[in-house]
């Protein structure tokens, strides 16, 4: 429900929610050039502190569905503060740990600050602007969720080439604590606190389920037989849960919302659309290391333009969703993705650096146009009641995806004796995923045309 609070103080509010997500999305992915470094210095096993993003990743998935809940339980203040906080003590634990298990519960609990506080900026911006501003609001929100994982490698490629590893929790750090003190002074009261009854059983499946399927992902490598096990056991209990809170009078999560046909297409169609963008970002680093001989510095660098191109576009698709809805943008987005992908199917040894530069860079400014317009189409017919919990589907969704892309383009890399050979099979899949997403949005404006001829 649209809540209208004074211009400077939504500035204040808007400003601090884009920030600290920023840094949250960021820190997902800024210890992935630092993932050697550390295994050298903490003496661990690759399969070991690998768990320091994928667990990361994992971490989010599992705390996000419980948002919804935690957004109706507290004021809109004490969880952000709460969450804030956390992720200050988390960031310090991280830069102090003596060992990786404590490096590790760090990243665990960064995590799941980081899942709220993301469920949650959606929520606040859909609130506190009218509905004919939900294009330009949420393209913002999609600048972030997309910008902040894109810029997180070159980022940590520029610190680590001048610092250790530690400087990448202790320079977010001043810019963390300086969000929670302009919270604190500033950040309005602007929801109401209902009386809601957490289902524990229904967090108990939830849990254990979210757990088991994403984790089911990650050891697919090292057992097929255990790995399947632990996805069937996990669909199980999701399924239960799904059940569950069809029946109950206050859900834990209302999976009603996935019944609205905008929000289940186009959630689809940005869960698509991430797993390209973060399993690409992934790819190329890895290639340009191990085959091309790049330092994480100069493996950064390649992704930078391609991250800046991204967030501009994504504040420009944004606008022109206002005005003119998703369907050109969704295509044009699809023909740039396509396009882009021609020199990541070739890539060679020998391979120019300008060309894979290039080639990311057109294909993020497609992704954004595909991912901003996606998600503001999604929200569109949500009942206000139900943003965070539409939110907070959204958001599981999408870091499912995220962690099951990496994992399967990983898997795929690693298949032939040779990884140029590897990662052009990666590539390869984020074609099956494109093509994936051009029917699903096909289908969609097809049915709409249909349905408005009809009425």
């Known amino acids: 429900m649209y809540t209208p609070i004074p211009k400077q103080k939504r500035i204040i509010v808007t400003t601090l929610l884009l920030l600290i997500t920023f840094l949250t999305l960021a820190s997902q992915t800024m210890m992935i050039t630092a993932l050697p470094v550390i295994q050298k210095t903490m003496h661990v096993s690759l399969n070991n502190v690998q768990w320091l993003t994928?667990?990361?990743i994992l971490i989010i998935g599992i705390v996000t569905p419980l948002s919804s809940n935690l957004y109706d339980k507290y004021s809109n203040r004490q969880l952000f503060l709460a969450s804030t906080g956390i992720f200050i003590a988390s960031t310090i634990l991280g830069f102090l740990a003596p060992n990786f298990i404590i490096l590790l519960t760090a990243r665990i609990f960064q995590a799941c600050a980081g899942g709220i506080l993301m469920s949650f900026q959606m929520t606040t911006m859909i609130v506190i602007y009218p509905?004919?501003?939900?294009?330009?609001?949420?393209?913002?929100?999609g600048l972030v969720i997309a910008f902040g994982p894109a810029i997180g490698p070159t980022l940590s490629g520029i610190i680590l080439?001048?610092?250790?590893w530690r400087f990448l929790f202790l320079l977010v750090l001043p810019l963390i604590i300086l969000v929670w003190i302009i919270a604190f002074f500033y950040f309005p009261n602007y929801s109401q606190k209902?009386?809601?009854?957490?289902?524990?059983?229904?967090?108990?499946?939830?849990l254990i389920g979210s757990a088991l399927t994403l984790v089911s992902l990650t050891v697919i490598q090292q057992n097929l037989l255990v790995a399947s096990a632990m996805l069937l056991l996990g669909i199980f209990l999701l399924a239960i849960f799904y059940k569950r809170q069809l029946i109950l009078k206050q859900p834990m999560l209302n999976v009603g919302v996935l019944k609205v046909y905008s929000f289940n297409r186009l959630t689809i169609i940005g869960m698509l659309a991430f797993m390209v963008l973060i399993g690409t970002e992934q790819i190329i680093p890895i290639f340009v290391e191990n085959v091309q001989g790049l330092d994480s510095m100069q493996a950064g660098l390649i992704l930078l333009p391609g991250a800046i191109l991204n967030a501009v576009f994504a504040a420009f698709a944004g606008r022109y969703y206002d005005n003119h809805g998703p369907k050109l943008l969704l295509y044009a987005g699809f023909f740039l993705m396509i396009l882009a992908t021609i020199p990541l199917l070739l890539l060679t040894k020998d391979t120019p650096t300008w060309l894979i530069t290039f080639a990311y860079l057109i294909r993020m400014i497609g992704n954004s146009l595909?991912?901003?317009?996606?998600?503001?189409?999604?929200?569109?017919?949500?009942?206000?009641?139900?943003?965070?919990?539409?939110s907070a589907l959204n958001n599981t969704f999408?870091?499912?995806a995220a962690s099951a892309s990496i994992t399967i383009m990983i898997v795929i890399?690693?298949?032939?004796?040779?990884?140029t050979l590897g990662t052009q099979l990666s590539i390869g899949f984020t074609v099956i995923l494109l093509l994936?997403?051009?029917?699903?949005?096909?289908r969609y404006f097809k049915k709409h045309t249909h349905t408005s001829q009809q009425s």
């Open 194 to 206: 209902k009386e809601v009854k957490i289902d524990i059983l229904s967090v108990i499946l939830s």
């Open 54 to 56: 994928t667990g990361y």
């Open 413 to 419: 890399a690693d298949i032939p004796e040779s990884f």
């Open 398 to 400: 999408r870091q499912v």
């Open 161 to 164: 080439n001048f610092f250790n």
């Open 131 to 141: 509905p004919e501003k939900s294009g330009t609001v949420l393209g913002l929100s």
């Open 436 to 442: 994936l997403m051009f029917s699903t949005f096909h």
């Open 370 to 390: 595909v991912f901003s317009p996606a998600m503001s189409e999604a929200f569109k017919d949500i009942n206000p009641n139900d943003i965070s919990h539409a």
